[in-house]
């Protein structure tokens, strides 16, 4: 007798394998894509936050005041990291004006709640600026200048988060308003960080560049 013919073993049926197919094919790229984010996020992240180095008071010339730009991370309200570092270094430099700069959209909180901050902290309202128009870092500076026509040769403070330090420090100086970055809020620090502030911070930088905003597209010390 013949042998019997081969039996093969049923297959999947064509709609089941497709969908298999399809459902593993959106785990691998997604897989793929959140690595790849978060690898260049953190690398990104990582050269943001350093580029400039945490600060050092190591000249003895007085402090004619300190910057802090409005803002908030994650939902931050203040007092804030920014606030509080500005708080400690308007009382270690008594004699120092403090410049809250940034919309009541953009701060968290208005210029009026800055202020009564700041105050709560013991700051004489006469060493308080509030500059409250701007929408943007590049606003930021521009109005911060104008408003206190600073020396050239004085000693200016800028607080703010410290991905955000490099694209602000080159603002001011397109502003023709130099000053010493104080950086705060380490997003590397913190369960909390996005990849997709960083890259919006990327484009920014690249933006303000191209726009003339800012002096350098990568500003360092």
Do not use: C
Not at 173 to 189: D, M, N, T
Not at 211 to 216: F, K, L, M, P, V
């Amino acid at each position: 007798m013949p042998p019997p013919p081969f039996q093969h073993s049923p297959e999947p049926r064509p709609k089941l394998k497709s969908l298999i197919g399809v459902m593993l094919l959106l785990m691998a790229t997604s897989s793929v894509i959140w690595l790849e984010r978060l690898t260049i996020g953190e690398f990104a992240l990582h050269i943001l936050e350093k580029r400039f180095p945490e600060w050092r008071n190591s000249s003895n010339e007085p402090v004619a005041g300190i910057i802090v730009l409005g803002g908030t991370f994650d939902g931050q309200k203040f007092p804030g990291a920014r606030v509080q570092v500005a708080i400690k270094l308007a009382q270690r430099f008594p004699n120092a004006k403090v410049v809250f700069s940034g919309m009541e959209e953009t701060a968290g909180a208005g210029g009026a709640d800055a202020a009564q901050v700041f105050m709560a902290a013991g700051i004489s309202p006469s060493r308080i600026v509030i500059e409250g128009r701007s929408r943007s870092t590049a606003e930021n500076a521009e109005f911060s200048r104008a408003m206190i026509q600073p020396g050239r040769l004085s000693r200016w403070i800028l607080v703010t988060s410290a991905f955000h330090m490099p694209r602000a420090v080159g603002a001011f100086r397109a502003a023709r308003f130099a000053v010493e970055a104080y950086p705060v809020e380490y997003l590397s620090a913190s369960p909390t960080q996005e990849a997709s502030v960083v890259f919006k911070e990327i484009i920014g930088l690249a933006y303000y560049r191209l726009t003339e905003r800012s002096d350098a597209w990568l500003p360092s010390p």
